[in-house]
């Protein structure tokens, strides 16, 4: 469906976040919901990054860290596991990398036009403790 | 719906979905968008939200975008508070007459402000709503500045904080004056619940908005938002930032009952010097200069002194 400029809009007209009825937002997920072009999550702010974070799950704790802190609602959790980040959403504050608690970190900050696959291949291995 | 939503811990909170969208506009590490997630993910109940002008409002509200979903209202800047307990009133009237198509669902009233629009331009509203006893809670995203316009300084700006109407140069150390205590204001109007909360004590925070949605009347919540573009440290480091402000006391995390209780609800294991929280940020820079090392001192000792206010309150249960 064509999205409708701002200017477009009828004066008055009621714009509305879903498209439908949902009766229990706080009981359907994202993916459950159909946004109408007026939710911001229709939107995308990938192009404010100028890096990125990558994930590598092979030594995530699932302990939700960066869900709970990242402040743009884009750490993926679902069913209690952090399965990935939302690129549309993400603005590369770093956060998440920060109060990721592993050892090697399950996230890392990249420049924006790093190669996931090769980042991912050569991940740093566990650190020895700084005494 | 209108049972205490359970988490126990952070896995089982993390099954929440979010009534707060990404795509807005606030700045990259911004600490409001992470306590508004907090404050909505608290509850699985109906939200009828404000947000008074300031970043919040501003930053999720482009036109035609919203990145609430839930009820939502702005009118401007002093009146957030107002709007939420208008909402409320009518709520409880239709009640009584019979006229809600829902009656079962039962909304939390909300509204959300900077501190600039809580400590000072919407004061009268924000103490005529705990006043008159609505059942609503009042948040504070208090980044200590207003933000949104460029970082004039507020009632809440702490001493030696560089602002840009209070700016640190050659006759002038910054602010002048000492952060207003709102939290023990709003307690002295007798309200059943009011609390400081920061973002990365998110079970603490969880306790006491979950306590605060809960309790019958108006209850105020004072929110530490360490803000990256005024307070002048990288977007990484916002959590960072706030365990500083927690564990160096500069920012104590209590709870006031019925305006008199006092109860702190967070003792650091071990307690940072208020140097090392100042020294993070660059709106303190120019107080390492040594003519102005003494405020670090005077800084240090008025903390020491709160905390022992702190300790001396609830140790009194008066
Ligand atoms: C009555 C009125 N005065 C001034 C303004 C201009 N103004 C808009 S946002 C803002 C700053 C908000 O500061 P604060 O409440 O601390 O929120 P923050 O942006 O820091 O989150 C000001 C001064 C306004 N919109 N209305
Ligand atoms: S970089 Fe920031 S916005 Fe992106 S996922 Fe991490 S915490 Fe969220
Ligand atoms: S903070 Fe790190 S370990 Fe914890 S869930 Fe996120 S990626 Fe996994
Ligand atoms: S200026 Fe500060 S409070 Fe405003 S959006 Fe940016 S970080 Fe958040
Ligand atoms: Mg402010």
Same mark, same amino acid.
């Given at each position: 469906?064509a999205?409708?400029?701002w200017?477009?809009?009828?004066?008055?007209?009621?714009?509305?976040t879903?498209?439908?009825?949902?009766?229990?937002?706080?009981g359907?997920?994202?993916?459950?919901?159909?946004?109408?072009?007026?939710?911001?999550?229709?939107?995308?702010?990938?192009d404010?990054?100028?890096?990125?974070?990558?994930?590598?799950?092979?030594?995530?704790?699932?302990?939700?860290?960066?869900?709970?802190?990242?402040p743009?609602?884009?750490?993926i959790?679902?069913?209690?596991?952090?399965?990935?980040?939302?690129?549309?959403?993400?603005?590369?504050?770093?956060?998440?990398?920060?109060?990721c608690?592993?050892?090697?970190?399950?996230?890392?900050?990249?420049?924006?036009q790093?190669?996931?696959?090769?980042e991912?291949?050569?991940?740093?291995?566990?650190?020895?403790k700084?005494? | 719906?209108s @049972?205490i939503?359970k988490?126990?811990n952070l896995?089982e909170?993390?099954?929440s979905?979010?009534?707060? @969208?990404?795509a807005?506009?606030?700045?990259?590490?911004c600490?409001?968008?992470?306590?508004?997630?907090?404050?909505?993910?608290?509850t699985?109940?109906?939200?009828?939200?404000s947000? #008074?002008t300031?970043?919040?409002?501003?930053?999720?509200?482009v036109?035609?975008?919203?990145s609430?979903?839930?009820?939502?209202?702005h009118?401007?800047?002093?009146n957030?508070?107002?709007?939420?307990?208008?909402?409320?009133?009518?709520?409880?009237?239709?009640?009584?007459k019979?006229?809600?198509?829902q009656?079962?669902?039962?909304p939390?009233?909300?509204?959300?402000?900077?501190?600039?629009?809580?400590?000072?331009?919407?004061?009268?509203?924000?103490?005529?709503?705990?006043?008159r006893?609505?059942?609503?809670?009042?948040?504070v995203?208090?980044?200590?500045v207003?933000a949104?316009?460029g970082g004039?300084?507020?009632s809440?700006t702490?001493?030696?904080? #560089?602002?840009?109407?209070?700016?640190?140069?050659?006759?002038?150390?910054?602010?002048?004056?000492?952060?207003?205590?709102?939290?023990?204001?709003?307690?002295a109007h007798?309200?059943?619940?009011s609390?400081?909360?920061?973002?990365?004590?998110?079970?603490?925070m969880?306790?006491?908005i979950?306590?605060?949605?809960?309790v019958?009347?108006p209850?105020?919540?004072?929110?530490?938002?360490?803000?990256?573009?005024?307070?002048?440290?990288?977007?990484?480091?916002?959590?960072?930032?706030?365990?500083?402000a927690?564990?160096s006391?500069?920012?104590?995390?209590?709870?006031?009952?019925?305006?008199?209780?006092?109860?702190?609800?967070y003792?650091?294991?071990?307690?940072?010097?208020?140097? @090392?929280?100042?020294?993070?940020?660059?709106?303190?820079?120019?107080?390492?200069k040594?003519e102005?090392?003494?405020?670090?001192?005077?800084?240090?000792?008025?903390?020491?002194a709160k905390?022992?206010y702190?300790?001396r309150?609830? @140790?009194?249960r008066?």
């Amino acid at each position: 469906m064509a999205k409708t400029g701002w200017d477009e809009f009828e004066i008055g007209a009621m714009l509305r976040t879903f498209d439908g009825k949902i009766d229990d937002i706080a009981g359907t997920i994202q993916e459950n919901r159909a946004y109408s072009q007026n939710s911001s999550f229709s939107a995308s702010v990938s192009d404010w990054r100028i890096e990125k974070p990558i994930f590598s799950k092979d030594f995530c704790i699932d302990c939700q860290f960066c869900w709970i802190y990242c402040p743009d609602i884009s750490i993926i959790s679902r069913d209690k596991k952090m399965i990935g980040i939302d690129m549309d959403h993400c603005k590369g504050c770093g956060i998440c990398v920060e109060v990721c608690p592993t050892n090697p970190k399950s996230l890392l900050m990249f420049p924006e036009q790093a190669d996931e696959e090769a980042e991912l291949a050569k991940w740093p291995a566990k650190q020895a403790k700084e005494k | 719906m209108s @049972e205490i939503k359970k988490i126990k811990n952070l896995k089982e909170f993390s099954t929440s979905a979010d009534r707060f @969208e990404g795509a807005n506009l606030l700045c990259p590490g911004c600490a409001h968008s992470i306590i508004v997630r907090e404050v909505l993910n608290a509850t699985n109940d109906d939200l009828i939200l404000s947000a #008074s002008t300031g970043c919040l409002e501003v930053c999720t509200a482009v036109y035609p975008y919203t990145s609430w979903d839930a009820s939502w209202i702005h009118i401007g800047f002093e009146n957030g508070s107002t709007a939420v307990a208008g909402a409320e009133s009518m709520y409880k009237a239709l009640k009584t007459k019979g006229r809600l198509k829902q009656p079962d669902r039962n909304p939390k009233f909300v509204s959300f402000a900077g501190d600039g629009a809580s400590y000072d331009i919407g004061f009268q509203w924000i103490s005529g709503c705990m006043e008159r006893g609505h059942n609503m809670m009042h948040v504070v995203l208090d980044n200590e500045v207003y933000a949104n316009t460029g970082g004039q300084r507020s009632s809440s700006t702490p001493i030696g904080s #560089s602002t840009t109407t209070a700016p640190a140069g050659r006759v002038s150390y910054g602010e002048q004056k000492n952060k207003k205590d709102m939290v023990a204001i709003m307690a002295a109007h007798g309200i059943p619940y009011s609390a400081q909360v920061a973002p990365n004590k998110w079970k603490d925070m969880v306790k006491k908005i979950q306590h605060g949605m809960e309790v019958e009347g108006p209850v105020f919540i004072n929110a530490i938002s360490p803000c990256t573009t005024e307070w002048k440290f990288d977007p990484k480091d916002t959590m960072h930032i706030t365990d500083l402000a927690t564990d160096s006391l500069v920012f104590p995390l209590y709870e006031i009952i019925d305006g008199h209780e006092l109860n702190i609800t967070y003792r650091p294991k071990d307690i940072v010097p208020v140097e @090392e929280y100042m020294a993070a940020q660059g709106r303190f820079k120019h107080l390492f200069k040594d003519e102005y090392k003494y405020l670090i001192k005077e800084w240090q000792e008025r903390v020491d002194a709160k905390w022992a206010y702190l300790n001396r309150r609830e @140790e009194a249960r008066v």
